[in-house]
């Protein structure tokens, strides 16, 4: 089948060569039961690979599942993937089948497989090898036949290296690798994209589809993408139901960018490698939306309280003020969509914006627990909530990856 057809077929929008490139591999390698490595940054589209490998394969008909390793508790994964047997370990009341035995004749889709543990990792390669699983308890050794895809956005050499990854499934699932390339490695793609999802929203919400100006486009092309093509789509879907405005100047469109790009902040990209150095990255990044938040919420109060000063009588008029207070209200469900445009956007989110100048200066003490704890803990917890309890989303949002997520749950001991 030809590119063209392949991206038609399945929605796939870009014309970089790079993102030419992995679909023919992906195109070619289809029809083979061949091990896939994905490689690629979140979002870019890797799991949208692998269902175009499975619908091109002779496994067509057969089962798909895609998995996220990451998201799998470490003590469950064994038992999710190949099944236990009655009474293996507290609380098998039951046995269970694994996805290695639902989907035989099918296709495995293992995603963050750089998450997986390393007794995992072991029963994988004897799959992959011999076609071969003992579901957790049993010693009857069962056979199957999956093909399996997997994607990871980490550098799984490097990891061989640190002894988290064994070398020999690295070097057997890179028997086809597949590099899906980011939207900054492919700028040209950017506009094309935004362009495409403007007018599937716009046909969603029975709208006119929402046009950027010259400078607007700019910024889009520009801003670091971090989320890559799902980022992408999210905001598109955003500025089509929020703006009212079809016509978005650049101005508009910042309100809907992130206020900083977590992925691109020099001391935050410093050493990924190391996975203490990752979650340490992690955490900074939460602390970054904390003290974003809690600025822009003592911004507000102090606006609402010099507005109380001068308008004794309370009947304020403000609109932003009116607004500041609908948000302070709803703090606790939901997050505002857009940053209000008196805050710095972008490159300004460092420490340093604690320094910014703000409009009011008056001195105050803030009355609330400034424990990182504590703030951190309702963070999650409002996220949690905002994304009506999708782990996924929630890490996402919060800049976590969603085993971390999972750790700092148990930590807090929050319950979902
Ligand atoms: N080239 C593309 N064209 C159109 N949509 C895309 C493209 N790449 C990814 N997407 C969409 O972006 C979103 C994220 O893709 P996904 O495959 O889940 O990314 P990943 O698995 O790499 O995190 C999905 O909604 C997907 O359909
Ligand atoms: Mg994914």
New binding site residues.
């Given amino acids: 089948m030809d590119i063209q057809t392949i991206k038609n077929r399945f929605?796939?929008?870009?014309n970089s060569p790079q993102?030419n490139y992995a679909l023919q591999v992906a195109s070619q390698v289809a029809n083979t039961d061949l091990t896939v490595l994905i490689n690629?940054e979140?979002?870019?589209?890797?799991?949208?690979f692998s269902v175009i490998i499975h619908s091109l394969s002779n496994r067509k008909h057969n089962p798909f599942i895609a998995v996220n390793c990451g998201a799998i508790p470490e003590g469950t994964i064994d038992s999710e993937l190949f099944g236990h047997e009655k009474g293996s370990f507290t609380g098998a009341v039951d046995s269970r089948k694994g996805y290695f035995e639902t989907v035989n004749g099918g296709t495995i889709f293992l995603?963050e497989i750089g998450e997986l543990p390393l007794g995992t990792q072991a029963r994988l390669l004897r799959v992959l090898e011999a076609g071969e699983y003992i579901r957790v308890g049993s010693s009857k050794v069962q056979k199957t036949d999956v093909r399996v895809i997997a994607?990871t956005n980490k550098d799984l050499l490097q990891l061989v290296q640190q002894g988290k990854f064994r070398e020999d499934l690295y070097y057997r699932l890179s028997t086809v690798p597949i590099r899906?390339p980011s939207l900054h490695d492919r700028p040209e793609d950017i506009h094309i994209?935004f362009r495409k999802f403007a007018a599937d929203f716009a046909d969603k919400y029975k709208t006119a589809s929402v046009q950027l100006d010259e400078e607007a486009k700019t910024l889009l092309i520009n801003y670091p993408w971090p989320g890559n093509?799902?980022e992408l789509?999210n905001i598109a879907e955003q500025i089509s139901v929020l703006s009212e405005d079809k016509n978005i100047s650049a101005r508009q469109l910042q309100k809907f960018l992130q206020p900083y790009s977590s992925n691109r902040l020099p001391a935050v990209t410093g050493n990924s490698a190391s996975s203490n150095g990752h979650d340490f990255a992690n955490e900074r990044e939460i602390l970054y939306k904390l003290f974003f938040d809690m600025k822009k919420d003592v911004t507000e109060l102090k606006r609402m309280f010099l507005d109380m000063l001068q308008n004794p009588s309370g009947a304020t008029q403000d609109p932003a003020f009116l607004n500041g207070l609908k948000e302070l209200k709803s703090a606790g469900e939901m997050q505002p969509v857009y940053m209000p445009a008196n805050i710095a956007p972008a490159q300004n989110l460092q420490p340093v914006l604690m320094h910014n100048n703000d409009e009011i200066h008056a001195h105050e003490e803030v009355e609330e627990s400034l424990n990182i704890m504590d703030k951190e803990k309702e963070l999650i917890i409002k996220a949690l909530k905002k994304h009506k309890g999708k782990r996924k989303d929630a890490a996402l949002d919060l800049g976590i990856s969603e085993r971390t997520l999972y750790r700092k749950l148990k930590e807090y001991d929050i319950d979902e």
Avoid at 42 to 48: F, L, N, P, T, Y
Wanted: charged share 25%; net charge positive.
């Fill in positions: 929605g796939i929008i870009g993102l690629g979140s979002g870019v589209g890797k799991e949208a995603d994607a899906v994209l093509v799902r789509k």
